[in-house]
């Protein structure tokens, strides 16, 4: 009886962290083997219904580009042609919400794109030391305009991983811009390379605001904004969690208020 109860259990639970393509074998043709054909129809249904979200949301995000590059484009046209102050103030704001609306379409189409399946991820080697200096440089000035000061420490001896270069480059800036995005002037934000037995380990530590518990168990969710004014359309967390799991590795967040956030990726080295 118990066997058969934990299989569901079990099951259950991957359903609930969202892996939708669980399924129940069903070993016999009683109470219990009801109870799997139910929750497979469940996750079936659960399934199509996610994918036609996700279908819907990348059709609007293509739908929506359009309109958007011709706002954009006669922004700016009409911004070089009027000499009238009160005209291009208003016509920078319409070229800059502009800009961010974009922004907004791409993590949707990125989101949409990663939970279905359909964004490939071009597997090479790479560097994860050059690759860290790369986004901390990138980054570096920015923080010396918010007076922060960053630190990297890296162990260079790690050796080349396989993952996908671009995608990996973006979970880290990310996590190094909500560092930035968060951390007021006079903090410090450092960026570790670490082993650990078979893991690349890669953590983000600022001495920013932090995260309430309540908050930090939703920060991953999509579209979940948080309380903080500087949030942004709360897909930025929920993508990297996605490119992470797609490289069979983890993303942990530790946090108290007030006294800073530590972001944590774990990466197979194999």
């Known amino acids: 009886m118990t066997k058969p109860v934990s299989v569901i259990t079990a099951a259950a639970e991957q359903l609930a962290s969202g892996k939708l393509s669980t399924r129940i074998p069903k070993e016999k043709d009683d109470e219990i083997g009801k109870l799997a054909n139910t929750l497979n129809y469940m996750a079936k249904k659960i399934e199509k219904n996610e994918q036609l979200k996700n279908e819907f949301i990348a059709s609007v995000s293509h739908e929506l580009r359009t309109p958007l590059t011709s706002i954009k484009g006669?922004?700016?046209?009409?911004?070089?042609?009027?000499?009238?102050?009160?005209?291009?103030?208003?016509?920078?704001?319409?070229?800059?919400?502009?800009?961010?609306?974009?922004?907004?379409?791409?993590?949707?189409?990125?989101?949409?794109?990663?939970?279905?399946?359909?964004?490939?991820?071009v597997f090479d080697k790479v560097s994860l030391p050059a690759l860290i200096k790369q986004v901390v440089q990138q980054l570096e000035p920015r923080g010396v305009r918010q007076g922060l000061k960053v630190m990297v420490q890296i162990d260079e001896s790690i050796e080349e991983i396989s993952?996908?270069?671009?995608?990996?480059?973006?979970?880290?800036i990310n996590l190094v811009d909500n560092a930035l995005k968060f951390t007021p002037s006079g903090g410090l934000i450092t960026v570790n390379l670490v082993r650990d037995k078979t893991e690349a380990v890669i953590t983000i530590t600022d001495t920013g605001v932090g995260i309430s518990d309540a908050e930090l168990k939703l920060v991953k969710d999509k579209f979940y904004k948080g309380k903080s004014q500087a949030a942004g359309s709360g897909l930025g967390l929920a993508i990297v969690d996605e490119i992470i799991q797609a490289h069979h590795g983890l993303l942990s967040l530790t946090s108290k208020e007030g006294s800073g956030t530590t972001a944590e990726i774990r990466l197979p080295l194999n």
């Open 163 to 172: 993952a996908d270069y671009n995608r990996l480059k973006q979970v880290l």
């Open 74 to 121: 006669w922004a700016v046209t009409l911004q070089s042609m009027s000499e009238d102050v009160f005209f291009q103030d208003g016509l920078e704001i319409i070229s800059k919400e502009s800009d961010r609306l974009n922004g907004l379409l791409n993590e949707l189409l990125d989101f949409s794109s990663l939970s279905s399946g359909r964004l490939p991820l």
